[in-house]
């Protein structure tokens, strides 16, 4: 439904500076969202995520590459035909972007307005859309009267107007506290399943990832350096962004004491101290029990917890193994054998 080509961005001062250096804000990426599928990009503030998602309705026309929604390739087209295909694409925004002097039906009202439609079928579509985001008593207030979630469900029925295949959202809930946050993925997720609408979601939260994606990629540096399914993310991350994203959002890390007295190499009297992941059946398997008996090693758990990501659970574990040398290997062995994604955090002298 949305398919990026080799698409990258470079900010020059002006029109006609291409021949000072620019800000590569975009390094050239290939992404392409299904039909039907929440697809989810997050990164760094600064890495490129609001100049990639602008780059797909062309609200920042990109230096190189190729932009293609719902088959059409829309970097080709007239400003005419491009106003035309922008009616596919919704886009919902962090500060709601809503006309405070128009109240609630006409700011949903808006583009089709832009577009020429008569009055009466406005009507006809503006009031089931305020019903489906739940706001149909508040028809005639004005922005001022409604909270940030409230806004927000404007936002996104004014983008829903005009029956897009897309919807863009540009940090929808980044300023909005958690409950409402859930409220508004809720929303998102109901209007996905409803409508069959494709979604390219921009945002730094992983809490936003977790909720809604299918799928999601990694920015960094104005690169796509890692995609995945969203189970798969979760559970082993393939870049050390990935991970740093990842240990942030769990909050799963050694206690500062421990990592004082954590060095990189292994020393004669120093066990490993592991962070361990593990999804599907490893969670439910005695793993303590089994790395005692099968590998002569004890654990010592420092800290762990359970995770459900959408239809899967992660379990999570920071621990040091506690044996001799050739012990603690093949306990480390084991642990890959039986499918658990381990990361030496570094080894710490027994008595130190
Ligand atoms: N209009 C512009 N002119 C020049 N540089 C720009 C412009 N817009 C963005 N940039 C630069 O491009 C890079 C990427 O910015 P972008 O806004 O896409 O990042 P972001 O990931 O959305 O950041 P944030 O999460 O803070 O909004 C940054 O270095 C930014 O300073």
New binding site residues.
């Given amino acids: 439904m949305i398919r990026l080509q080799n698409v990258s961005k470079t900010?020059y001062p002006t029109r006609k500076s291409r021949n000072a250096t620019g800000?590569e804000?975009l390094k050239p990426v290939d992404l392409h969202v299904p039909e039907g599928q929440i697809h989810g990009v997050i990164?760094?503030?600064?890495?490129?995520?609001?100049?990639?998602i602008r780059c797909v309705n062309l609200l920042e026309r990109p230096t190189t590459g190729s932009v293609s929604v719902d088959g059409q390739e829309l970097t080709d087209l007239s400003r005419e035909a491009l106003n035309q295909a922008r009616h596919r694409i919704g886009m919902i925004f962090q500060h709601f972007n809503l006309l405070t002097s128009r109240h609630v039906f006409d700011n949903v009202a808006l583009p089709l307005e832009l577009m020429g439609v008569s009055r009466r079928d406005i009507r006809d579509r503006v009031t089931p859309l305020l019903e489906l985001v739940g706001l149909d008593d508040k028809a005639d207030q004005y922005p001022a009267q409604l909270s940030g979630g409230q806004k927000q469900r404007v936002a996104i029925a004014r983008a829903l107007a005009s029956r897009p295949r897309v919807l863009l959202c540009d940090?929808a809930t980044s300023a909005l506290d958690p409950h409402t946050t859930g409220a508004i993925l809720e929303l998102l997720r109901d209007i996905n399943r409803k409508l069959g609408l494709t979604i390219l979601l921009?945002t730094?939260e992983m809490e936003v990832v977790k909720s809604i994606c299918h799928r999601v990629s990694l920015?960094s540096d104005?690169e796509l350096v890692e995609a995945a399914d969203v189970g798969d993310f979760f559970t082993a991350p393939a870049t050390q962004l990935g991970r740093d994203f990842l240990n942030d959002f769990l909050e799963l890390e050694p206690p500062d004491a421990l990592v004082e007295r954590l060095e990189d190499q292994p020393g004669a009297h120093s066990h490993p101290v592991v962070r361990l992941a593990f999804s599907g059946d490893a969670v439910s398997t005695p793993l303590v029990s089994r790395l005692a008996r099968e590998c002569g090693v004890d654990v010592s758990i420092l800290q762990a917890k359970v995770e459900s990501i959408q239809d899967r659970t992660l379990g999570l574990m920071i621990a040091e193994l506690m044996g001799d040398a050739e012990d603690t290997r093949r306990a480390l062995a084991y642990l890959q054998d039986h499918d658990l994604q381990v990361e030496v955090l570094g080894h710490v002298q027994r008595n130190a």
């Fill in positions: 900010y800000v804000a990164g760094l503030s600064g890495a490129g995520k609001s100049t990639l940090e921009i730094h920015i104005g």
